[in-house]
């Protein structure tokens, strides 16, 4: 059996009992910028921060259609594409994040519903290995 793998290091915290997504707060205007891998701003000029595990979603889709590949890293074909949700969840005070949702079910989402940060797995790799993502589900509570 593989082992459980980030779908990309600097993501989110992993592996983690209270995973959380890691972002970079920008030292001079306070902004908060996700993903922070993407060095929106340098690591002088800003701080790593963990984003809070808890938002609002702000607005969502189903992705009805296999996407391009890449940056879609899937390794299914058209023939076994199986429809997910993704959405904009509002972090409170912090960032709004774009993130693959755990249900595809529109009867399932509301805009304005609280959402709780999950990683699950994404795939299996060619090595065996589960590639784990980030993702946001309905709050239970």
């Known amino acids: 059996m593989g082992k459980q793998i980030a779908v990309q290091e600097g993501l989110f915290t992993w592996p983690s009992d209270n995973p959380q997504l ?6 001079s ?10 060095n929106y701003v340098s690591d002088e000029d800003s701080d790593e921060v963990l ?3 808890r938002g609002t979603l702000w ?3 189903i992705q009805g259609f296999l996407p391009k590949n890449p940056p879609y890293k899937g390794l299914e074909g058209p023939e076994d594409f199986v429809p997910f949700g993704v959405g ?18 529109p009867d399932d989402l509301e805009i304005g519903m609280e959402m709780d940060l999950v990683i699950e797995k994404f795939m299996t790799d060619e090595n065996g290995d589960d590639v784990m993502m980030f993702a946001f589900k309905p709050a239970e509570d």
């Open 51 to 53: 984003l809070a595990t």
């Open 29 to 38: 205007t306070g902004r908060i910028y996700f993903p922070a891998i993407h």
């Open 88 to 105: 904009y969840v509002e972090l409170p005070g912090e960032v709004i994040v774009e993130a693959r949702l755990t249900t595809a079910n």
């Open 59 to 61: 607005t969502w889709t």
């Open 22 to 27: 890691i972002g970079r707060k920008e030292k």
